[in-house]
């Protein structure tokens, strides 16, 4: 981890290990899996949600919790088409957070000591370690 004058340290907890690095893609809403993930292009389909086809391949997807059924695992399956997320990050996750964190085979953090979702933003270069269940964040300039 640097030690950037703009950047800032959150602690969580460890969900799947690796580290990963790249622009965050926050959603202050919830993400629902079943049938409103593009799994081939990488994007969410559901209307009227802020990240309506936004592409999320190579992003630290950040959000506050899944909603819906098991097809938060579409999220997961972008890996064989490669178009997935470089990591996940969330307030509160489920079984459905957590196997789709491991067939993307992502780094995945959460229960943090800070909210992510008031601490990062959409731009925000972020350094996932899932490893020890630290993010750095370096605020956009």
Request: one cysteine or more.
């Amino acid at each position: 981890m640097t030690s950037d004058r703009n950047s800032i340290i959150l602690r969580g907890r460890k969900v799947i290990g690796g580290i990963a690095e790249g622009e965050a893609l926050v959603s202050k809403k919830p993400l629902m899996g079943w049938g409103n993930v593009n799994e081939k292009l990488g994007f969410t389909t559901e209307r009227n949600h802020p990240l309506y086809e936004v592409p999320f391949k190579g992003k630290v997807l950040v959000f506050p919790e899944p909603r819906g059924s098991g097809g938060f695992m579409g999220y997961g399956r972008t890996r064989a088409f490669g178009t997935n997320p470089a990591a996940f990050i969330y307030r509160k996750g489920c079984n459905l957070t957590v196997f789709a964190a491991m067939i993307a085979k992502i780094p995945t953090v959460t229960d943090f000591d800070l909210d992510p979702l008031e601490v990062i933003e959409t731009g925000d270069y972020v350094i996932v370690n899932g490893d020890e269940g630290i993010v750095e964040v370096i605020k956009k300039s």
